[in-house]
């Protein structure tokens, strides 16, 4: 089943008539683990602000998110909030698991990426996600920003009924929706041949996003991957 997703972001403390209007809309808060968002070094902004609301709406069906996200843009510009909402699709969605010991057998097949903050929107991203009690420390280096160039949100997911903290990495495109396909496939595989014991990966395409205010907790954007 195709998937569709609108996210909402702000800055700053939580402002609960505004996260009222949300829920009302059919909006749920995110399980953030900390309200800290590990961004890049060597751009403008060397860490995140503290996130304020941060929630989420799925949709079977794309005809009510244009509607939904106008309503969420007049919300936030009433209760002066500063941030973004944006929707997505999800493009492509895998889960890798293996009981086969972790085993680097090959390089991490891309160059680390030049994330930069920028004033075009983005077009597509890609989010791994792994469980943290399942992340093998040489895994945790690979994905490290010093070697990845990914940035980092936990979240708590639930799991076969039990809540477990995942570490999300992510990276947003602002190149053709197909290179982040390309993308995905590329380290698909390679999780896959390095025997990656829980790994969830999906990649998403941009359908539309609204700024309000001057943000600086829209995410850094990569112009260019290079692959080894």
């Known amino acids: ?6 996210h909402v972001a702000t800055q700053g403390s939580e402002d609960q008539k505004f996260e009222k209007e949300l829920l009302d809309l059919g909006f749920s808060k995110d ?20 996130i304020g609301t941060h929630m989420t709406k799925k949709y079977e069906k794309p005809t009510q998110i244009r ?10 510009e009433n209760y002066q909030q500063v941030g973004y909402v944006h929707g997505e699709i999800t493009s492509l969605d895998n889960t ?23 004033n075009q929107n983005k077009k597509w991203d890609l989010h791994i996600a792994v469980p943290k009690r399942k992340m093998p420390e040489e895994l945790e280096r690979t994905l490290n920003f010093d070697n ?16 477990q903290p995942f570490r999300i990495y992510t990276m947003q495109g602002i190149s053709n929706p197909q290179e982040g396909r390309k993308l995905w496939q590329v380290l698909n595989n390679w999780f896959i041949d390095v025997n990656a014991p829980h790994v969830e990966m999906k990649q ?25």
Not at 1 to 6: A, E, H, L, Q, R
Not at 31 to 50: A, E, M, Y
Not at 96 to 118: G, M, N, Y
């Open 1 to 6: 089943m195709t998937k569709y997703d609108v």
């Open 31 to 50: 399980k953030l683990v900390s309200r800290q968002v590990t961004f890049l070094k060597g751009v403008p902004l060397s860490s995140c602000p503290l």
């Open 67 to 76: 509607e939904d996200m106008e309503k969420v843009k007049s919300f936030m």
């Open 96 to 118: 890798i698991l293996s009981s086969e010991p972790f085993q680097v057998t090959r390089p991490w097949p891309v160059q680390k990426l030049d994330a930069q903050i920028d």
């Open 148 to 163: 990845s160039g990914l940035y980092h949100i936990e979240l708590n997911k639930t799991r076969e009924g039990e809540v």
């Open 204 to 228: 998403e395409t941009y359908i539309n996003m609204f700024r309000v205010g001057d943000p600086l907790i829209v995410p850094p954007t990569v112009r260019e991957i290079n692959y080894l």
